[in-house]
């Protein structure tokens, strides 16, 4: 399991947990979770998709939508900012565990505080991308695998003497495979 679904995991069981607190029942088929999907996307993430068609649905099947923070629905603040309307205006509540308050859009105040942690996320998110492409910069310079399987070589995990675990990945020549390249080449 990687980070992102042990994040989302992890954020189910939080807002399982505070919706017992409040005495809200779940409906398991009103979970939406976009596990591995930035939150810079919209259209590709099949959880936020199904739950704007389940807002158009009549009777509205569920009253709240508990999220850890708004940022999970996006990192786009103009994006976000709309799916929230859209969220709020259908009648569904929005209730934010991590802050144990409700989000709402009620006034200038709230719209403007709104505005401000949607370009907070929107910086993380940048962020984000920098050190990633960072890390990734620094594996290829040391030779080390950065992401998915190259055919003609197989991917060997390196491992830490101490600990066992996984310090970092090489690619090793799959001769099978390497055949096959040779002759297209000599082709």
Known sequence: ????????????????????????????????????????EFDTRPGLVRLLNALKLKPRPFDWLI??????????????????KQILSSGVRIWCYLEHK???????????????????????????RQRTRDALERKAKAGHVTGGAVFGYRNVDVRDDTSGRRHHVVLEIN????RIIRRIFSL
Do not use: C, P
């Not at 999220?67 to 929230?84: D, H, K, N, V």
């Open 1 to 40: 399991m990687n980070d992102d679904e042990k994040s989302v995991t992890r954020q189910i069981e939080h807002a399982r947990a505070d919706a017992t607190r409040n005495r809200w029942q779940i409906a398991d088929d009103h979970i939406y979770a976009d596990d591995g999907i930035s939150g810079a």
């Open 67 to 84: 999220l850890s923070e708004e940022s999970r629905l996006g990192r786009e603040s103009f994006e976000t900012g709309y799916i929230l």
């Open 102 to 128: 409700e989000l709402a859009l009620n006034n200038a105040s709230d719209k403007i505080l709104l505005s401000v942690t949607s370009v907070i996320a929107d910086m993380e998110r940048e962020r984000a």
């Open 175 to 178: 001769s099978e495979e390497a």
